[in-house]
């Protein structure tokens, strides 16, 4: 495998990216990594490319191919128009906003599309109106390199937009009329799985359709159509699970960066992906979580916080730890539980807003219970278990998942016989926020009740996306993901921490019931992002 990640910004501060951009950085990639290969003499060993993309990121073409507008709608777009967008949406939805969650594994937010369409339409008319087809930043690259004007998304890539059937594998009809403004269904790309096979993903041919040379042709040899295969994206959470051995099985993948993520594999009832049907047992999506493909035959489930690691940078600032010896000194504290006592405080760490498991964007974080004994690490703990005590409200419907006899999706193993007792879930930790913080993963493992492996590998998302083409290539893809966790680091329940956090869970959640009543206004206004 050689990987090259493009790294480009589509925050809400940077709005004005065009897909043309990003394109010409992916192509840099990979011309490094081809220059790489050819050095080293492996480069006739290419037998495929594929793509981990960030989700939800779309941006609309006219009916020639070419981008309309220089603004990419993506997951982390805000601003007063979008905000306007989701009260539009959820208005329009009624009292169908429970069916529509059931139906696309999303909640009307501004994280995902259809908010998003209603503030081209209302403040960018004419480019809406220029609109033809969306594309995401993979089809983008892939039509670019075949000449094609217009390409499919991956279910993947659509599942991440709020307007696609996870069951049926294709858009919701239902929802995007009702949504979208009038019009709007019309520039939904074609939906394939992300190992299409048929003329829908274009090929490195030597000319075009109207006879014109394709200049990536001499630039990519190795690439042509006939000596490689080009897969459609992932979403890059998807391919981290796998990427960290959470490919199935039954373990939840937990990881923390800025942000913070639970996610479970989960495989369709059958090898066709379907009989998963609506509102009834596994097919079920649970409240307050999402529901996104992985491809045609397994989906991945789960929860975001917009604060993760965040969280650790603004204590850090705000108490005068930047320095990495004071904040290690009150990290000993912290885990050796001598800050507690008469200053202990708890938190709600919902610094910008709140997404799993209640979406309410308007929520604020408060420190609870703070006195003059209370000292630096009564809050950096008080901070750390809060996030912990979140990730555990999103594990605990996915350990349900993992533990009612969900098939192992380990690449042909069989279901767990009904009468046979649910393994205990395992949690897999990663991410730059647990990998040197052994103190945080144990508040998860106690606050959850589930045993974590801590997982010390780099590239888990380039990683995913070769294990998933490799199963399509028939390269011994199966079974990987969910390889032996044999050399980790183990963190076991204590069961005294796992009875105190219990009480402490349900004191969080009377804080925020409180806080919801009297200082956000009770509203679930939208804010953060969709979560990988």
Request: a negative charge; aromatic letters at 6%.
């Amino acid at each position: 495998m050689c990987s090259g990640s493009a790294a480009f910004s589509v925050t809400q501060r940077n709005t004005e990216s065009k897909l043309s951009n990003i394109c010409d950085t992916i192509d840099a990639v990979i011309d490094g990594c081809l220059g790489r290969l050819r050095v080293l003499g492996l480069n006739t060993k290419v037998t495929a490319v594929g793509f981990a993309t960030f989700v939800m990121c779309l941006q609309g073409v006219d009916i020639n191919g070419v981008e309309v507008g220089d603004n990419i709608m993506h997951y982390g777009r805000g601003g007063p128009g979008v905000r306007k967008g989701k009260d539009v949406c959820k208005e329009k939805a009624g009292g169908m906003e429970g069916r529509y969650h059931d139906i696309t594994g999303t909640v009307i937010h501004e994280s995902y599309l259809p908010p998003q369409v209603w503030d081209m339409k209302s403040n960018r008319s004419e480019e809406y109106e220029r609109v033809h087809k969306l594309q995401s930043v993979a089809s983008a690259a892939v039509g670019r390199w075949g000449r094609k004007r217009s390409c499919p998304i991956s279910y993947s890539e659509a599942s991440w937009t709020g307007l696609f059937d996870w069951r049926r594998k294709k858009w919701a009809e239902e929802v995007a009329r009702v949504l979208l403004p009038e019009g709007g269904t019309d520039m939904l790309p074609e939906v394939t799985d992300f190992d299409d096979t048929s003329n829908l993903v274009p090929k490195i041919t030597e000319f075009d359709s109207t006879g014109a040379k394709n200049p990536y042709w001499d630039r990519w040899p190795e690439l042509r159509g006939t000596k490689c295969r080009t897969f459609l994206g992932v979403g890059d959470g998807a391919a981290a699970n796998f990427g960290s051995r959470c490919g199935g099985g039954g373990r939840v993948c937990v990881t923390v960066g800025t942000s913070a993520a639970a996610r479970i594999v989960v495989e369709d009832e059958d090898e066709d992906g379907d009989g998963v049907e609506e509102g009834e047992g596994r097919g079920k999506v649970p409240e307050g979580m999402w529901c996104y493909r992985v491809d045609g035959k397994r989906r991945l489930v789960g929860g975001a916080l917009t604060d993760g690691g965040s969280v650790v940078e603004w204590m850090r600032g705000i108490l005068g730890l930047e320095d990495d010896e004071e904040f290690n000194k009150v990290m000993e504290e912290v885990s050796s539980g001598s800050g507690g006592g008469e200053g202990e405080c708890s938190a709600v760490p919902f610094f910008s807003g709140e997404r799993s498991t209640g979406w309410r964007g308007n929520a604020t974080a408060a420190i609870v219970g703070i006195t003059r004994d209370t000292k630096k690490a009564d809050i950096v703990r008080a901070n750390l278990e809060g996030v912990a005590m979140r990730i555990a409200k999103i594990v605990e419907p996915l350990k349900r998942l993992s533990e009612a006899g969900v098939k192992p999706g380990d690449g042909g193993g069989s279901a767990q016989p009904r009468s046979a007792p649910p393994p205990p879930t395992t949690l897999v930790a990663c991410g730059t926020g647990l990998d040197r913080n052994r103190a945080w993963r144990q508040m998860i493992c106690d606050a959850s009740g589930s045993r974590v492996a801590a997982l010390d590998e780099g590239e888990a998302t380039s990683r995913g996306v070769a294990i998933l083409m490799a199963e399509r290539l028939g390269g011994g893809g199966e079974g990987r993901g969910v390889e032996s966790l044999e050399g980790c680091e183990w963190h076991e329940v204590d069961e005294g921490r796992r009875r105190t956090f219990e009480v402490k869970m349900m004191e969080q959640e009377r804080a925020i019931r409180a806080l919801e009543e009297g200082v956000w206004g009770g509203g679930r206004k939208g804010g953060g992002g969709s979560g990988s």
